[in-house]
């Protein structure tokens, strides 16, 4: 597959699935929820690590929201867990919308890797697991846009350039009229911060798991041939130029940086890397910031419970040291 990195950070498929016999979550009490966990522990027989969120801090429990392994939802939920392969690539949040929310991660623009990964580990729950299923239906989930094959498709798009042309609305408009959701950094109602932003196919009905994969092939191609043509119009203003030296200079000597701005700015230093205006720094280590920054995900990393007042100065003092 092409490497479309400049623009693609990262590809998610989501398998949502329910254990036939039981209420959805929503319409559970915690001890009815509790019983769902023990039902797949058993079944599960230690085959993979579940992590009850219960049983783990809360600045732990927050970086996996950061980090995108955990949604919202389920951050606010008790009686909920999370099932972790080896290499924590596929994940599955239990008791969140579904009683299963199946989760394969790649970086990149890698579409074809995820779906072998989720395919293989939904095919050893099935083994183990009875699924809500109906044949004419398919998949039976707690919101009905999701049922038939319960899959949602996301790939996370830079687009600094398209945003500086003002062309985002044109291109969001064109892509929602084909069926594709878009949605900022951390989902639903959420923003674009540092020009970062998710699509997702809408249909899960009436489609098979392929048209869905190929459907959301095609628009990322397509946006990410607009953003590369929106970064040639503007690669040679000097304007640009100089906004993307003040921000790798800000980020390289700021003292204090609030994560609003750490996201501007990195998107800028981004973007001047993609576009062989600086070669200061690498892609790995701006999408390594990026993906870390966050307050909790801080604190986990650097094993430092600090006070809410220090949160700008160790995020300056973590993108100085690894930027």
């Known amino acids: ?92 949040m239990i008791n969140e919308e579904d009683h299963l929310r199946i989760q394969a991660f790649e970086n990149g623009f890698n579409i074809d890797k995820a779906y072998d990964e989720i395919k293989n580990f939904d095919r050893i729950l099935d083994e183990n697991v009875e699924y809500a299923y109906n044949e004419r239906y398919g998949y039976i989930t707690a919101c009905p846009t999701c049922i038939g094959t319960g899959m949602r498709v996301s790939v996370m798009l830079h687009l600094p350039a398209l945003q500086k042309i003002r062309a985002l609305d044109k291109i969001f408009s064109e892509i929602s009229n084909l069926g594709i959701s878009i949605r900022g950094m951390y989902g639903e109602n959420s923003n674009g911060d540092g020009n970062i932003y998710q699509i997702s196919n809408q249909k899960t009905l009436g489609v098979s798991e392929e048209e869905i994969i190929e459907q959301v092939k095609q628009v ?87 006070p809410r007042e220090q949160e700008n100065l160790k995020r300056a003092e973590y993108i100085k040291n690894n930027i």
């Open 1 to 92: 597959m092409e490497d479309f990195n400049d623009v693609v950070l990262t590809t998610r498929i989501r398998l949502a699935r329910n254990i036939k016999g039981y209420r959805f979550p929503n319409n559970m009490i915690d001890k009815q929820k509790n019983e769902i966990l023990k039902y797949l522990k058993d079944k599960l027989n230690g085959k993979y690590n579940i992590l009850e969120l219960n049983n783990i801090d809360d600045v732990t429990k927050k970086s996996l929201f950061e980090t995108h392994m955990i949604s919202k939802e389920l951050l606010n939920s008790n009686e909920t867990a999370l099932i972790l392969d080896e290499k924590n690539n596929i994940t599955t």
């Open 220 to 306: 990322t191609k397509y946006i990410v041939n607009q953003e590369r043509k929106a970064r040639d119009i503007i690669k040679n203003k000097i304007e640009i130029k100089d906004e993307v030296y003040r921000s790798y200079g800000i980020l390289n000597s700021a003292y204090l940086i609030s994560k609003n701005e750490a996201m501007e700015l990195l998107s800028n230093v981004r973007m001047g890397v993609n576009m062989e205006l600086i070669d200061k720094t690498t892609l790995d280590k701006v999408d390594k910031i990026i993906k870390n920054i966050g307050k909790n995900t801080l604190r986990k990393n650097l094993k430092d419970n600090f």
